[in-house]
């Protein structure tokens, strides 16, 4: 079912007063921020990259006080444990018995926070494979279902990398983006010396309820995505295992990004008002969904070539449409 324009512009005006709120706690960065709002209207996980210092675990913070949901902060450290994470069971004495009761660890909630999470093992970053996909965690034998709804924001420093452990493929593939913090110009850097003090968080207003924004996720996938849309999506994502822009991609984006995409675009036209997802939100989300998802060859890194890179060089590739597509669509509707 398609959403109505009134649904859809009373939506918009909740998410600007949002988007006005973490502009405040963030100064300076209003194209990231729009990226996790519509990263967390399409439900999706997002990884955070940039340098220390520049505001990622604060906007973490904002986003928790202005949609008041509960949130939690994990801080990754070499000798962090799964169950530090998800929980253990703990042997108690109930009704006259000794038995195992699961005590929740810090996942359980609705905005976990894995701080630094690429200094943590493997065998700890795999705790978190499948809390990210299925939405529930699973102690000996027994599953728990997490709160709804469930994002997961992680930050990695992309500098220091003695003691830090690259996460896998298939975590990377869990997260909707990959976004990475620039740093500030000189007119911001003097902001945020003119209205912040070290150690003082700023005083951010709720702007919506959990409630409010469970209703516009789900307002967010009755987006109409046009036909010719969805094309070129699928051709955007092949377009990573093949031809002259993919020259040095050892192994592509796989269905779960284009999937990843059509979610991205449809909560963009969300945020922009708009009832029918366009070509400029692909184009515009292409890269922090599918840069984090291309394996490169080690030719291609030896000579500077980054995923970002092979992102670009296939939206100047991919025509938006595909010349076979609208005698398709036309005898599609025949």
């Known amino acids: ?86 929980g253990n069971p703990i042997l108690q004495e109930v009704e006259g018995r000794r038995q195992f009761v699961f005590q929740r660890g810090p996942i359980f909630a609705n905005l976990v926070l894995a701080d630094e999470i690429n200094r943590a093992s493997p065998k700890t970053q795999s705790a978190l494979l499948e809390a990210m996909q299925e939405r529930r965690v699973t102690v000996m034998g027994e599953s728990h279902a997490l709160p709804d709804p469930f994002f997961v924001l992680a930050t990695q420093n992309p500098i220091e990398l003695e003691g830090t452990y690259p996460l896998p493929e298939a975590q990377l593939d869990r997260f909707l983006f990959k976004l990475e913090v620039p740093r500030n110009s000189v007119a911001v850097l003097q902001k945020i010396v003119q209205n912040r003090e070290i150690g003082v968080e700023p005083d951010t207003a709720p702007v919506m309820t959990r409630d409010e924004l469970v209703a516009l996720c789900d307002l967010a996938r009755t987006i109409h995505l046009p036909d010719v849309v969805a094309n070129y999506i699928a051709r955007v994502v092949d377009a990573t295992h093949e031809g002259e822009a993919a020259k040095g991609v050892k192994f592509g984006a796989s269905p779960r990004a284009a999937l990843a995409l059509a979610a991205a675009a449809r909560s963009a036209a969300l945020l922009g008002g708009r009832l029918n997802a366009s070509f400029e939100d692909v184009e515009a989300l292409a890269a922090p969904v599918l840069q984090h998802r291309i394996v490169l060859d080690y030719t291609a890194r030896l000579g500077g070539r980054t995923a970002a890179d092979v992102v670009r060089d296939i939206l100047a590739a991919v025509p938006r449409q595909d010349k076979a597509a609208p005698d398709v669509f036309k005898a599609a509707k025949v």
């Open 1 to 86: 079912m398609s959403a109505d324009q009134t649904a859809i512009s009373a939506a918009a005006t909740k998410l600007q007063h949002l988007r006005a709120a973490l502009n405040q706690v963030l100064f300076g960065q209003e194209k990231l921020v729009d990226s996790v709002i519509t990263g967390l209207l399409s439900r999706g996980h997002l990884l955070l990259e940039g340098l220390p210092g520049l505001g990622k675990t604060e906007l973490v913070k904002g986003l928790a006080r202005t949609l008041r949901i509960e949130a939690r902060r994990v801080q990754f450290t070499p000798d962090l444990l799964p169950g530090d994470i998800t």
